[in-house]
Nanobody, 126 residues
Framework: EVQLQASGGGLVQAGGSLRLSCAAS????????IGWFRQAPGKEREGVSCFSSSDGSTYYADSVKGRFTISNDSPKNTVFLQMNSLKPEDTAVYYCTADRGSCGSSWYIPSEYDYWGRGTQVTVSS
């Protein structure tokens, strides 16, 4: 059974940092792309970042480039999202997701992904 477990969310002041973790199980980690999405109240789910386990390539939304970094710990089947210089507009529920293959040009589209975990709340106060 494929499982994705996101953790690490919390309440932080603007300018602060958080590191989210996505623990994956039930599939061959190196065959999948792992994505992070977020959804704020009243807004559509937004692609934040994607990591291709096969070649280590990474993708970021323009809104987080230079502030967020996606990385992995392959032996532990875990992907991290380091979030620095957080802004109130980063407040959302963050989800990790998996798709067989690599991150492609459509990495930011939710329907491209097969598996979703429960989200973790990130709240950035001003």
């Amino acid at each position: 059974e494929v499982q994705l477990q996101a953790s690490g969310g919390g309440l932080v002041q603007a300018g602060g940092s958080l590191r989210l973790s996505c623990a994956a199980s039930g599939f061959t980690f190196d065959d999948y792309a792992i994505g992070w999405f977020r959804q704020a109240p009243g807004k559509e789910r937004e692609g934040v970042s994607c990591f291709s386990s096969s070649d280590g390539s990474t993708y970021y939304a323009d809104s987080v480039k230079g502030r967020f970094t996606i990385s992995n710990d392959s032996p532990k089947n875990t992907v991290f999202l380091q979030m620095n210089s957080l802004k109130p507009e980063d407040t959302a529920v963050y989800y990790c997701t998996a798709d067989r293959g690599s991150c492609g040009s459509s990495w930011y589209i939710p329907s491209e992904y097969d598996y979703w975990g429960r989200g973790t709340q990130v709240t950035v106060s001003s």
